[in-house]
Structure formats: C-alpha cells, structure tokens
C-alpha cells in the first residue's frame, strides 16, 4: 500500500503540468496555487480517498485535489459527455481495456507511457488494461478487485451444509436452503452491471477455462456461441429459481441489504463490498463459484478495475 500510494502522490504531482483544466492563481512569495478535480465511479471511496489526498497534500501544499465522484452506473456517460464539453475532471478513474482506450483514442487521455517510476514500479501484467493495442499507458494501476460467493456461515452451520464441489452440488445445495425457507441468492437484475459484473464475471472463468481460455476467446480461436459459451448461460438460467422474488426489480442495493440482514444464504459479490459487512449480526465468509461438474481447476475471476 505504500508504494502504491508513493507512486499515487508522484503520478498526481507530475500531471499537475498537464492538464488543460487545472486552475492556477498565484500567490505571493510560493508556488501558483494549483486547483484540480477528481472523477470516479466509486462513491463508496470518499473516505479512502481523503486519506490518501491528506498524504498528498502534505508533500505539494500548494496542490488541492477535490474528489467529484459519480452514481456509479452513471459514470461512463457522464464522463465521456464531460470531456467531450471540456467540463470534465483533471485526473479521474479510467475504466480497463475497452472503454479507456476509446476515451485515449477519443484525444480525452494523456498519454503517460514517459512517466517517472512507472515502468519501475508496474509489471507489464499490471500496466496492460490500461494501455492502448500500441502500448500508450492512458492510467496507472490503481484497483484490482476480485469476486466470489459471500455466504451466512449460521445459515450454512443451521441447515449443515459445506462447500459444494461443482456446479451440480450447488444447485441442490440452493434448493436446500430455499427449502428451509430462506432466499438462496439475493442477487437481481435491476442493475445490467450487477449481473454481469458479479454473477457472468464470477462463473465464467469456470466455464470457459480460466485464463487461456479467455485469450482463446480473445484470439478468435474460440467463438462466442460455442459450447462453452452456452453451458456458461445455461448455468445462469439455472440460478433462476433461487433468486428472490420479484428479482427483475431488484437492484443491487435491495441484493447486498437482503444477504445483510440474513433474509438470504449467499451473494454473488465482489472484494469491493466487503467493509458493507462489518456490523452485520452473523458470521459469514466467501466461497468461490464452483466449476461444471467434471472440471477439477477452480478460476476466480481478479478483476482489473481502475486505473487512475
């Protein structure tokens, strides 16, 4: 943490320089004040945030960084229409892969591939979500996440159940617990992302073979209607009957406070969400998805989250 946050100050001082929006007001006898804002997705993180920008403003005094976070689900559009009116923030969370990279292609990311301490500090492996197919670096390494199944140990010690071995053990172990009349997932598909994000993103690597196995998607040398592919939405479809009633409207706030309050055994969750459960009036932990039956190597999907 450290030296990620040594890296985080330097990398803020160095753009200080760069950016178009920065306001500058000079001050007799120091440095020109210099005003920036920063963008993100994470209105969970104002806290952590404060801490680090504290640190920050202890070496560059003259530097004040304000933290502007968006509605999360929000975040993509309205940043894009930001930059595109020149409103946007000066440094901001840069989302991995795809949507950086059009954001850089787009002219609204500088390129930092020249950065001090960035090629010492990251790996190729860290640094590549947030590089262009031509290796411009648009963000540094900021958040990894990863994800799994939260699940009530009291529920699981109640009705004495384990953790299941495959995809097959799962399901009757959900029929299990609905039949003792809890939800078996609180999961729901009002938010598109929570779906994807934490319940596709969370089986997947089970079923289409962990890493090489994505880059075998990735090449072309799979397809995305192919048998892997199906037995992955299959096995979503059969998530269908354990979910909570009504779970077309369920959004994932309404998810997180259903497993919060014990009504349900088991979330489909990410690392991110973990502080959430602090206070909550049972013991629990998390499991990983289990693979299709018949498949030995378990995958859990680390997920490349932010760059900054």
């Known amino acids: 943490m450290k030296k990620v946050l040594c890296m985080f100050v330097v990398f803020l001082a160095a753009m200080t320089s760069v950016f178009a929006n920065g306001q500058q007001e000079g001050e007799s006898g120091s440095e020109d004040k210099v005003y920036l804002t920063m963008g993100s997705w994470r209105t969970d993180d104002v806290a952590q945030i404060k801490a680090v920008l504290g640190e920050f403003t202890k070496q560059y005094p003259h530097i004040e960084v304000v933290f502007q976070p968006t509605i999360p689900q929000d975040y993509n559009t309205t940043l894009r229409l930001q930059l595109e009116s020149g409103t946007g923030p000066d440094v901001m969370y840069a989302r991995s892969f795809i949507n950086g990279v059009n954001l850089f292609n787009d002219g609204h990311f500088v390129d930092i591939s020249d950065l001090k301490g960035y090629d010492e500090n990251y790996s190729d492996a860290n640094k590549s979500p947030w590089q ?47 039949d003792a009349g809890y939800i078996p997932l609180a999961n729901g598909l009002a938010d598109q992302w929570d779906i994807n994000e934490v319940v596709l993103m969370n089986i997947a690597p089970n079923f289409i073979g962990g890493r090489e196995g994505r880059l075998a998607f990735d090449s072309g040398e799979k397809k995305f209607n192919g048998p892997e592919v199906v ?53 629990w932990g998390v499991l990983p998805p289990p693979p299709p039956k018949g498949v030995t190597e378990e995958n859990i999907c680390f997920h490349a989250d932010a760059g900054m």
């Open 132 to 178: 262009t197919p031509e290796g411009n670096a648009f963000g540094i390494p900021f958040i990894a996440v990863s994800h799994g199944i939260y699940f009530n140990k009291d529920i699981f010690k109640e009705l004495n159940l384990s953790a299941p071995k495959d995809w097959d053990e799962f399901l009757v172990l959900c029929q299990t617990v609905k």
């Open 231 to 283: 037995k992955l939405y299959e096995a979503m479809l059969s998530l269908e009957p354990f979910l909570p009633a009504g779970y077309t409207g369920i959004g994932y706030n309404d998810s997180q406070a259903l497993f919060a309050t014990g009504q349900a055994a088991m979330f489909f969750d990410g690392s991110w969400t973990i502080s959430a459960y602090d206070g909550v009036d049972f013991e």
